[in-house]
């Protein structure tokens, strides 16, 4: 039997009337966690796709328009605050959440400066990230209270970047991570769609502006500074 009443517009609703769920993509390389974290969400939320790298996530995101994306820091091909940005450009209208284990202040005010509303560490998840879903939904930014209680603020910080590799252009963060992922110039170029002379170029102006001089002490540096996992 239904029970009939009106919404504000006066038309007739019934229990099949139910408000629309958010719809949700997730992104993480390890797979068994992020199956967790699905079930941890899809009581409140639709969540209509899965990404295991950075580059799967950005084109999943175009394609699906989702209201929430859910992602982690380390991610192959294209890390975690870099998606984020090219998200942002392609889908303004997106909120995005950071899962992470990431606890120092760098990643936070990368995060945020990058266009992140939540930022929520792994341990944190099972009684905070559904809260910081919602709060980003509404527009107001979160923290981890872990985070927030050891005096960092969910929010860009007015003072210079300490990592130097966040100085560089978005296109020689992307070639310095594939890089430092042993990817070979002919196959960074066909990910990023340029030639091989520009990511050369590219990878040349990477060791001048950071001093180094071999691959290896770029691939040591990415790993340093969280651009690539160990």
Not at 63 to 92: C, F, H, T, W, Y
Not at 95 to 106: D, E, G, H, K, N
Not at 133 to 139: F, H, K, P, T
Not at 187 to 205: Q, R, Y
């Amino acid at each position: 039997m239904y029970s009939k009443g009106y919404n504000d517009l006066g038309r007739v609703m019934t229990q099949t009337d139910t408000p629309a769920r958010s719809r949700l993509v997730l992104a993480d390389d390890h797979r068994i966690l992020m199956e967790g974290v699905r079930k941890l969400l899809e009581t409140d939320f639709d969540v209509i796709g899965t990404a295991a790298d950075g580059r799967e996530l950005v084109a999943m995101v175009e394609s699906l328009q989702p209201d929430v994306v859910v992602l982690d820091i380390g991610m192959p091909l294209l890390n975690g605050i870099e998606a984020s940005r090219q998200i942002r450009q392609k889908s303004p209208k997106c909120r995005i959440v950071i899962l992470t284990q990431q606890t120092a202040r760098p990643y936070v005010r990368e995060a945020f400066d990058a266009g992140v509303m939540a930022y929520v560490l792994k341990q944190s998840a099972p009684k905070e990230l559904t809260v910081a879903i919602q709060r980003a939904l509404a527009g107001e930014l979160y923290i981890s209270d872990t985070l927030r209680e050891a005096g960092i603020q969910p929010q860009p910080e007015a003072t210079p970047h300490v990592s130097k590799a966040f100085g560089l252009t978005p296109r020689q963060r992307e070639v310095l991570q594939l890089v430092a992922e042993g990817k070979a110039a002919k196959e960074i170029a066909n990910l990023l769609g340029i030639s091989v002379k520009t990511v050369e170029f590219h990878k040349m102006s990477i060791m001048e502006e950071l001093g180094m001089r071999t691959t290896a002490e770029l691939t040591r540096y990415a790993v340093q500074h969280g651009i690539v996992n160990n």
